[in-house]
């Protein structure tokens, strides 16, 4: 048994002292930072690709052509039954929801407001807040839409009318249609849902 | 021999000096209960990593797996509902007493030179158990956790330039999905954990290295931490586990109804501890600066003038720390001040309570219905909700019905129904009590009465003033009807000796109308209808009474038949050409004739000519919608325990009375002139007679 291993070896040794910096020591260090850098870089650099995925994946997303109805989901509701008076009316909107690995079929996706202008043109809005995505409900007694979370409100034509929300309430477009064909006064009512970013000014399609 | 084991064990750990220097810090100035708050914060932490593992062995982050998994450890494991209670209490706790050591931190000076790094790893820490809260709050995927979340990830789109890109990574897309529970689950239970593990070991070491900050060295002599502090620190610790406890004994941690993006929710609010920023957001001059403004840099602002204060003091002295003192009281005051106006605001907030109820409400129906003989079908619990009747039926009836027709004087959920300011006089029969023994005895001995309310009708005011004009109407008068001149036998009808004619007649409608839950299941099916309580002793007479005109007195020889057809058998929806002019009574009442009946009152075999009441076709109710409806009003659900909202007839009477000419309506109150969940789609020009 020599001194040395007898020696308290959990102790650390004087840099300065027994390790003169030696040519080789700075080839040696130099490596081994390398090395080290990539033993975290490389796996980081992975989980952090997958963890942006849904940012990645977005980009991804196309739509496949079609009819003049493609991406428009046809309402339980006709024409005729939205009321004459300009009384609006919710609709569950219903469709097919892709969510990861699952597709839902025929499921709620959202609800909507439809209004009748006088002229007989149906307006459609989206009843989420685009303050910050709660649900706008229409209150009788006020005449307007209302907002419970952070009190925005809105009138008929779905304009602001305080300093809340960002912007007025998302109208959604909508084509009439006879048995699936697009038609000029039509029964069938048929809408493209979008959803769009909360709390901008701009509608931007999310 | 024990000492020769500890003497081995500490040669290869070093035990001793590790215990030695754990438990053995000066404490001059003795210990003192204002030290408490450090370690009960370090109790709560562990209570919620014990409990938090625990709930994670049952846990399941999917959108179809998330609530059912809750509601399985809530209501069906053993000990479920505490250990949820205990963490979600103990959630609460960490919140409230991480903001007490901070206060007492501010005013003993401990963030001054040289602890400022071990104030700032603080601050770390409290972002990280603020990240938990928030990332727990949706992990349940209720209505409520669901709502405000989703406001929370909104604010966070708001942070200028990544904002979106923000949200996008935090939700795993652009909308809420299975991958928004298994990233905010990752979140919850490892990433944030595992950080607030590494900066709690730092904030402790360093910590260690300056040792305590010692508010009044004088107080009394010095001593160390084993066992004077650790005494005070395990009381204290106790008493936060009492008051854990028994909040989760007591009051227990809700669970609302299933997320459902289609099912919107008017009470969205984040955790109370959140309500001062809530409520700050509401501001109207605070939104007219942007939502950025309210929600990102005020709060950002805050935050950075806390982390300053080590600065704030090294720059100003102790006017710098007056200072700081001063903004912490000031800023817990005014949380204190905006938490109890958002309390109090909601408190008095007749629709926001409503929507609190009504959320409630379908939390105990879907937990009733998920605990029920099928338990969670694949397809969720919102699917469940979805296909109940007795949750859908209500809805329903508010939407399409409800603008004549009243369901206990309501609107079916609970709500009186309002025009222009007013409670709005019904223009048909309340159907609170549809095919009930009351209803039909109603119709029998008082025919006028129980279809009064039509007298209401536009249509009924136009016919009267056109018939007093001298012209030639054909409608339907409750007063003026064969029916009427029939059931105005009043005085024979309950005469003694009719007594148990009419009783018989009474429950064999009754029994024809067959309402109650009708289970699938087959042999619950005759358990249900014993359950519904039919005297089959009297069907035979009643039957006679209906068919043969078995009555005594002036009734003498007449009998329902002698006008009604089908009595006693299945009912059919024969066409125009085969109807006699008078109503069917065929299963009058049933599933089966309801559901025709909405599709076609006007047909021959209902009230034909005279009828009011607008046909449904499937374009406005669908076979579904249509299906819900009609088990709702006939009964036939899954029985349930959940409170039906509160008859309101007498309310309604009191107001619009029965006499709609020259009365004065009551001015709505706050909470009746509440937001409607839908308006109702028939065009008030329909005016539909009563049943």
Redesign the interface.
Known sequence: MSDKETSDVSAPVDKHENHPSTRRNILVEGLTAILSFLLVAVPSTLGGIF??D??L??NKAGSAGGGELEGFIKL???SD?????G????V??QSDLD????R?KD?????IWLRKNPDGRILVFN?VCP?????V?????EGDF?C????SSFDLDGQKT???P?RAMDTLELLTATNGAVSEGGQELWVKYQ?F????AEK?V? | MLNALVKWFDDRTGIKDLMNEALYERVPGGARWRYVWGSTLVFTFTLQVITGFMLWTAYSPS??TAWESVYYIQNEMTLGFLIRGIHHFAAQAMVVLMAIHLVQVVIDGAYKAPRELNFWLGIVLLKIVLGLSLTGYLLPWDQKGY?AT??TT??M??TPVVG??VQ??A?????Y???TLTRFFAMHAGILPALLVAFLALHIYVFRRHGLTVHDEKHAPETTFWPDQVLKDAVACLAVLAVVLLLALFKGAELSAPA?????????RPEWYFLFLFRF??F?AV??L??TFGAIIVPGIIMGIIALMPLTHKFLGEFGHTVNKAFIWLLGAAIVVLTAMAFIEDANDK??QA?LAEAHREGQRTIELASGPDKIPV?GAV?LL?RDPFAQGARLFA?HCSSCHRYNGHDGRGTMV?D??VIAAPTAADLGNFGSREWMKSIIVDFPGHLSAVKNAKWFKDAKAEEAAGNEVEYFDPDNSEMADWSGNVEALTSAENADNLKALVEYLYSEAGHGYKPADEDVTADAADANGVNTELLAVGKAVATEGAWAGDLNGTSCSDCHSGIGEEFVAFSDDDATGYPTLAKYASAEWLADFIRNPGAGRHYGARNRMKAYPA??I?DEELSLLVRWLTGDYLPTKVEDYPNRLEELAATVGQQPEGSQPKE?SADD?A??????????AADPAGE
Request: proline letters at 8%; charged letters at 20%; aromatic letters at 6%.
């Open positions: 963890f942006l849904p940012i994946r977005r339980a509701i006709t039954s939205v009321p004459e008076d009384t609006p009316v919710a569950t909107v969510d990861a690995w699952n839902f499921v709620p996706v959202g609800s009843s303050h910050l995505g709660c649900s409900d229409y209150r009788r007694n209302f419970p979370c952070h009190t305080n300093e809340v960002p959803n970013r909360r709390a901008t931007i999310i | 959108t179809r709502y989703q406001v909104n604010i789109s708001a979106g890109e996008t990574l939700q795993g897309g652009t909308e999905g299975h991958l459902d993006p289609a099912v919107k929710f008017d009470a969205a957001l509401r109207h939104e007219s942007g939502l629709p926001h929507a397809d699917a979805r939407k309002v222009n300011n374009e406005q669908s709505v002139a937001t409607e969940e839908s308006a109702t789609t028939e065009p008030a």
